[in-house]
């Protein structure tokens, strides 16, 4: 429900709804489903939302930046890690780190649970995109 009203306030051009009905989809995950599998698809639909709000820019490259979510109360896994487009490191952390955040409200700061953070092994896309979070995979 939450991304489907997101998607109303985005086509409206309420892009500050929009963002907030996104990233409360994205916190709901965690209390719906304590220990049990995330529902993908939902997080999924609620990054599409969040990219789909910013201007589309030109020049992106993908990041993998990988998370240390073991003692947070996220989903049961030991990593998050993400595939991000941003035109540089600095953008992809920010974009993570607003992302754990909905998460994870009250997480430590994204610097004390990084692991990872590098170029992607994928050519950077040839086409202006939306910047941010593409996808994400659980690690156990």
Not at 2 to 26: N, P
Not at 55 to 83: H, K, M
Request: aromatic share 4%.
């Amino acid at each position: 429900a939450w991304v489907r009203l997101g998607a109303l306030h985005g086509k409206a051009e309420r892009r500050t709804e929009a963002m907030s009905c996104f990233l409360g989809a994205i916190n709901l995950l965690r209390p719906i489903v304590p220990g049990v599998e995330c529902p993908l698809d939902v997080l999924e639909d609620a990054l599409v939302g969040v990219r789909g709000l910013r201007s589309e820019v030109a020049t992106l490259l993908p990041w993998e930046i990988a998370v240390n979510v073991r003692d947070l109360d996220v989903i049961p896994a030991s990593q998050l890690v993400f595939l991000v487009l941003a035109p540089n490191l600095q953008g992809a952390l920010g974009y993570t780190a607003e992302i754990l955040g909905a998460l994870h409200p009250g997480a430590p700061a994204l610097e004390s649970l990084l692991l990872r953070a590098e170029r992607a092994g994928l050519d950077p896309p040839e086409t202006p995109q939306h910047p941010g979070a593409v996808t994400w995979r659980a690690i156990r």
